[in-house]
């Protein structure tokens, strides 16, 4: 069993944001258990498709009144510092850092996705943000000042 399995508790209930979170658990259960030659290439693909998740993430909230620099955001930086530090450990045939961070992000991710993604799921839902036209439905409900911190108090 992978160290971190997609579980409905890991659902926000936002489509497009539960799709994209459970590719990340797929993609972190394949590099869990690849062998050497296999694990740089499934490291380069997770850290391309963290760079999108992420990226698509702050689009949304920067679109919906997010300070920038707010926690999640440089939450989203500091991660991708680590993976992508992973990426130049393996391109020197250190496979170790990986294989560690590996088991680091299966903590990591639930605690980030119950709290921070999830609150961003209520906000957007809130103010009926479309992520695929990236319209709100509900323009009133957008805050009058921009929202840092975790948007905890966004919902």
Known sequence: MPALPWTDGLKLGLPIMDATHQEFVGLLARAEVADDASLPALWDELVEHTTE??????????????????????????????LRHGAAEAAQGRLAPIRKVIQELAVWFPHHAQTMDASLALHL?????????????RPEALPAK??????????
Request: net charge negative; aromatic share 10%.
């Open 125 to 137: 839902q809130g103010v009926g943000y479309d992520p695929y036209t990236g319209r709100a439905s």
């Open 146 to 155: 921009a929202l840092s911190g975790c948007g905890g108090d966004a919902a």
């Open 53 to 82: 998740h992420f990226a698509g993430e702050d689009e949304w909230m920067l679109a919906t009144g997010f300070a920038l620099g707010n926690a999640h955001s440089t939450q989203h930086r500091a991660v991708l510092r680590v």
